[in-house]
Nanobody
Framework: QVQLVESGGGLVQPGGSLRLSCAAS????????MGWYRQAPGKQRELVAA???????NYADSVKGRFTISRDNAKNTVYLQMNSLKPEDTAVYYC?????????????WGQGTQVTVSS
């Protein structure tokens, strides 16, 4: 069984920084793409940033220049460094990954971690 476990959310003032982590565990043969999504109250879940197994990245326009996604393939972990946070970044952040468990490649989600940007 494969699991994604996120950590690092919390309350931060506008202009502050947070670093989210998401570790995959279980029966893992390989991990393809990994990414972070977020969902604010009353809004649809949206892609924040994604990274391929080769390290290519993609960002939502709203976070370009402020957020950085990275991954440690040896630790099966993806990170999201969030700087210059704004109140509109407030949301539940979800980790996502395409993971091969020796039988098939599935699309997996973490449980979500709350990020609140407020003074």
């Amino acid at each position: 069984q494969v699991q994604l476990v996120e950590s690092g959310g919390g309350l931060v003032q506008p202009g502050g920084s947070l670093r989210l982590s998401c570790a995959a565990s279980g029966r893992i043969r390989s991990i393809d793409g990994m990414g972070w999504y977020r969902q604010a109250p009353g809004k649809q879940r949206e892609l924040v940033a994604a990274i391929t197994s080769g390290g290519s990245t993609n960002y939502a326009d709203s976070v370009k220049g402020r957020f950085t996604i990275s991954r440690d393939n040896a630790k099966n972990t993806v990170y999201l460094q969030m700087n210059s946070l704004k109140p509109e970044d407030t949301a539940v952040y979800y980790c996502n990954a395409q993971i091969n468990n020796y039988y098939y490649t599935g699309n997996y989600w973490g449980q979500g971690t709350q990020v609140t940007v407020s003074s």
